[in-house]
C-alpha cells in the first residue's frame, strides 16, 4: 500500500503542479506546463536513487512515476475540453481508490513483546520458537474480547532480522498481512511478531516485500 499511495500521491501531485503553472502563468504554453510536470518527476526519480537509495527509495521513485504518468496524461489535453475530462476522470478514480482501499482495511496492532505472557497458548509457542529456529510461518490463537493473535516466525536462516508490518487487508474471505524484513542484528535466534487483528478471515496470506510468502505452521 506504501507504494501505491506515492504513486497516487505523484499522480495528483502532478496535477495540482499543471493547475498552478495554469494559475500563476496562464500564458505558458500547454507544452511547456507538461514538461516542468515531467521535469518534476525526473527530478523526483534522481533524488530516489541517487540522495536516498535503496529499498527506501522506493516509495519516492513511485512518486515520480505517478508524476510521469500525469505528464503522460496531460500531453493528450491540448484542448481545454480534454483537459477537463482528464482532470475529472482521475479525480474521481482517485476517489474511488480511496474509498475502495479505505474499506478494506483491516485494524491491527502490535503485540509488544513485554505483554507476552508464558502462561498462554500464544506465550507458550513463541517461548517454543526460540527453541526451535526451524519453525518458519504464522500460526492463529485467540485473544482477549473475540480477537485474534496472529504469531510470525521467520525461521532461523533469517536470525538477526526484524519485522516490520506495512498494512492488513480484507477481501472477501482472505486476510492479506504485508510484511518488510531487514536487517539489524536482532538476537532472536528466531526472529517474531505478533500481530493483534479485530477480524480475520478463513484464507490467510503473509507476504514479504521481496515476494515470500509464509505459510501457516501445521
Known amino acids: 500500500m506504501v507504494f501505491e499511495f506515492f504513486y497516487l500521491f505523484g499522480l495528483l501531485?502532478?496535477?495540482?503542479?499543471?493547475?498552478?503553472?495554469?494559475?500563476?502563468?496562464?500564458?505558458?504554453?500547454?507544452?511547456?506546463?507538461?514538461?516542468?510536470?515531467?521535469?518534476?518527476?525526473?527530478?523526483?526519480?534522481?533524488?530516489?536513487?541517487?540522495?536516498?537509495?535503496?529499498?527506501?527509495?522506493?516509495?519516492v521513485g513511485m512518486g515520480s512515476a505517478g508524476l510521469?504518468?500525469?505528464?503522460?496524461?496531460?500531453?493528450f489535453g491540448g484542448k481545454l475540453i480534454w483537459r477537463k475530462i482528464i482532470y475529472s476522470v482521475v479525480l474521481l478514480s482517485a476517489a474511488a481508490y480511496v474509498?475502495?482501499?479505505?474499506?478494506?482495511?483491516?485494524?491491527?496492532?502490535?503485540?509488544?513483546?513485554t505483554h507476552y505472557s508464558s502462561q498462554t497458548d500464544a506465550g507458550y509457542y513463541i517461548k517454543q520458537l526460540q527453541k526451535d529456529p526451524a519453525i518458519r510461518g504464522y500460526k492463529t490463537f485467540p485473544i482477549a474480547e473475540g480477537r485474534q493473535g496472529l504469531v510470525l516466525s521467520l525461521g532461523g536462516s533469517m536470525a538477526g532480522n526484524t519485522v516490520e508490518v506495512l498494512d492488513v487487508k480484507g477481501h472477501g474471505y482472505t486476510t492479506e498481512i504485508h510484511i518488510r524484513t531487514?536487517?539489524?542484528?536482532?538476537?532472536?535466534?528466531?526472529?517474531?511478531?505478533?500481530i493483534g487483528l479485530d477480524r480475520l478471515q478463513p484464507e490467510i496470506i503473509v507476504m514479504d516485500t521481496d515476494g515470500t510468502i509464509y505459510e501457516k505452521v501445521k
Open 99 to 113: 474509498l475502495f482501499q479505505y474499506s478494506n482495511q483491516v485494524d491491527y496492532w502490535i503485540v509488544k513483546k
Open 13 to 59: 501531485a502532478g496535477f495540482g503542479l499543471y493547475a498552478l503553472l495554469s494559475w500563476i502563468h496562464s500564458s505558458l504554453k500547454h507544452s511547456v506546463k507538461v514538461l516542468v510536470v515531467a521535469g518534476a518527476a525526473a527530478v523526483v526519480f534522481l533524488v530516489s536513487i541517487v540522495v536516498i537509495g535503496g529499498f527506501e527509495g522506493m516509495p
Open 182 to 194: 531487514y536487517y539489524n542484528q536482532s538476537g532472536e535466534p528466531n526472529p517474531v511478531i505478533m
Open 68 to 75: 510521469l504518468t500525469s505528464a503522460v496524461l496531460l500531453s
